[in-house]
């Protein structure tokens, strides 16, 4: 079980850095680092029966996983979450064939834990002594948690528009917990780059760590594994800086380039109206994506981003290169799609609930067709924002006092919910 992992590769001026090195962006041109795997090796070499028989975590593809030693892999028991046939959402917006991958079932209760258990552990190998990054909540989470795991100090700040669950949950596994606020995210990313520059911090930023995304990868292999070795048509996914959507085309041309799969699925970038950089540059037709919109204005809290790392660069990439689509959907939309799934036995906070929106846009305009094997990812529990649910309630509770009087009347045929 070694990994077929070979170096790190900029994506803009293709130098090589050693799998050992800790570096975080090209130190020559500052350009994204990506980790490049001898697939064809891996191809004569792959044992498919012995894989599949590994428990199912992120961690089942380990040659796919760019860690060197697994002495040094920090695990929670990420990954592996349930596909689901969502069949009364999908007669609600005319999907026959629509599935819902439940992330929320990850350890943190969100998709992040895919990325931390590869890049903490790789953050031990390094050598890494000390870590911080700043989030509006799930990732600060599954940072903290996969850090304390890995017994690595670490300072977390967090938007100060975070939920108090959000809050709790950082807290709990022990690291620094400190507020953030600004007036621009701007202002964030010099104050980041001056970290880094002044106290050459190693970074868990998506993207500026080179690893995070190799743990979205899992979600193409499982996706895969679970339709029977087949490639769904579509991938809808939420989009902040993209690193779900990045590590699902990743995974899925390994796929193909293993041979085990014979094409991609379309990918679907969703973001909230209120900030919907990438969905503006792709209907341009633009490869980099501008600053655009207010993050603070959506109850999409987890995909609030104005300005993607990178300048979207990779996801336009992916998005152009799967025939994909990338959807804006408002607020309201999200609320109905949260109510959707929840008839459906799924309670995700609304920056999931924004896959069902979308799915429900692109059908209604004849993209996606009615027989088309669709994936929703659900990135996030609703156990973090629930007070979203008030808003997808506005009427409130009933209310009766203990007498059978006015029990009696919830009870005859036509008083429950259907
Ligand atoms: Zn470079």
């Known amino acids: 079980m070694t990994t077929a992992a070979t170096h790190l590769e900029c994506d803009d001026c293709r130098a090589r850095y050693g799998l050992l090195d800790p570096v975080n962006t090209c130190r020559g041109c500052g350009g994204l680092l990506d980790a490049v795997y001898d697939l064809e090796g891996l191809r004569q070499r792959l044992d498919l029966d012995a894989v599949l028989r590994r428990p199912n975590t992120v961690w089942r593809w380990r040659e796919l996983l760019p860690l060197v030693d697994d002495n040094h892999r920090v695990t929670l028991g990420e990954g592996g979450s349930p596909l689901l046939m969502c069949e009364r959402v999908g007669e609600a917006i005319g999907l026959r064939r629509l599935a819902a991958k439940n992330d929320a079932m990850n350890p943190t209760a969100s998709f992040k834990d895919r990325s931390f258990t590869i890049s903490v552990s790789k953050a031990k190998e390094l050598g890494v002594r000390l870590g911080f990054t700043y989030t509006s909540g799930n990732a600060g989470a599954s940072f903290a948690a996969y850090m304390a795991k890995a017994r690595i100090p670490s300072v977390v700040l967090v938007k100060d528009w975070a939920t108090r669950e959000k809050i709790a949950m950082i ?49 193409a292999y499982e996706l895969w594994n679970d339709l029977g070795r087949r490639v769904p048509d579509w991938v809808i996914q939420p989009v902040s800086n993209g690193g779900g959507l990045y590590g699902l085309w990743k995974g899925f041309r390994e796929l193909k380039a ?49 300005a993607p790392i990178g300048g979207g660069r990779r996801i336009l990439r992916a998005l152009a290169d799967t025939r994909g689509r990338a959807v804006a959907a408002t607020d309201s939309a999200m609320l109905e799609a949260m109510a ?50 008030d808003q997808v309630f506005p009427q409130g509770l009933e209310h009766i006092h203990a007498r059978i009087e006015e029990l009696e009347p919830l009870l005859l045929p036509t008083g429950g919910e259907g």
């Open 171 to 219: 807290r709990i596994y022990g690291c620094r917990t400190v507020i953030l606020s600004y007036d621009s995210f701007a202002e964030v990313t010099r104050m980041l780059e001056e970290a880094v520059k002044r106290l050459g911090i190693y970074q868990f930023v998506l993207f500026i760590n080179p690893y995070r995304h190799e743990g979205y990868k899992s979600y």
């Open 258 to 306: 293993l041979g085990l799969a014979d094409r991609l699925p379309r990918l679907v970038a969703c973001q909230p109206t209120a900030s919907p950089p990438i969905v503006r540059a792709f209907e341009a037709g633009k490869t980099v994506a501008e600053r655009f919109g207010d993050p603070r204005a959506s109850i999409a809290q987890s995909i609030g981003s104005d």
């Open 340 to 389: 959707l799934l929840g008839r459906d036995g799924l309670f995700v906070e609304p920056s999931s609930a924004i896959t069902v929106a979308a799915a429900k846009q692109l059908a209604s305009e004849g993209i996606i067709g009615p027989e088309d094997r669709v994936v929703c990812i659900l990135t996030g529990s609703g156990l973090k924002q629930p007070a979203a649910v």
